[in-house]
Each structure stands twice: as C-alpha cells, then as structure tokens.
C-alpha cells in the first residue's frame, strides 16, 4: 500500500512536488484517482515510511492538503486516514506516545 495526498487545487499539488523533491522525497504525481471526484486532478502518491516527514515538510512550505489516503492501486480502493493514523502508519503501528498532524 502506498500513500496518496490529494489537494483543492493544481497549485498546492505542484507547490508540493517542488517542495518535496528539493528535499529528495520519492514521490510520484499523479492524476487523482476517480474514486477521490471530490479533489482536483492532480495527487502525490508516496511511500507510508516517508509520510511524518513528507508531511512535516508541506507544512514547513506552508502547502495545504485536502486528505491523506492509504492506496492499494489494484484494487482502486482508497481509504481516508486520520491524523492519528499518519502516525501509525508511518511507524508500522507504534506511535511511542507522538502525535503528528
């Protein structure tokens, strides 16, 4: 499973492509999945590890998202996470009493 962050509009995704890639982040950007309407065309897909620090640093650039999903690309099935999920699924369950938002 990998992570998608969807956005209200083309300009916070691109911000945050820019942003994430001058930190060395994988990520992919794609077009936002059918199953996710509500949001604009445009979503960055990335790897849970990676999700405490990608999203600490679009808060740092000061890009706003419009959810985080957790994506399974074969069944096309996207599940909306929680803040307190960011967490756990960014340490494989174990949060160590930390809170991310």
């Known amino acids: 499973m990998e992570i998608l962050i969807v956005f209200t509009d083309y300009y916070f995704a ?11 982040i994988k990520l992919q950007l ?7 309407h509500h949001a604009c ?3 960055i897909l990335c790897a849970k590890a990676d999700l405490v620090q990608v999203l600490a640093i679009l808060k740092d650039a000061r890009v706003t998202h419009s959810g985080v999903y957790e994506y399974d690309r074969a069944a ?9 999920d ?3 699924k960014a340490h494989d369950g174990h949060t160590e009493g930390k ?3």
Do not use: Q
């Open 14 to 24: 691109t911000k945050a492509e820019k942003a994430l890639k001058a930190a060395e």
């Open 41 to 43: 065309g445009l979503c």
């Open 99 to 101: 809170y991310y938002e």
């Open 86 to 88: 960011y967490c756990e």
């Open 76 to 84: 096309k099935k996207c599940t909306k996470l929680t803040s307190i």
């Open 30 to 36: 794609i077009p936002t999945p059918a199953v996710l």
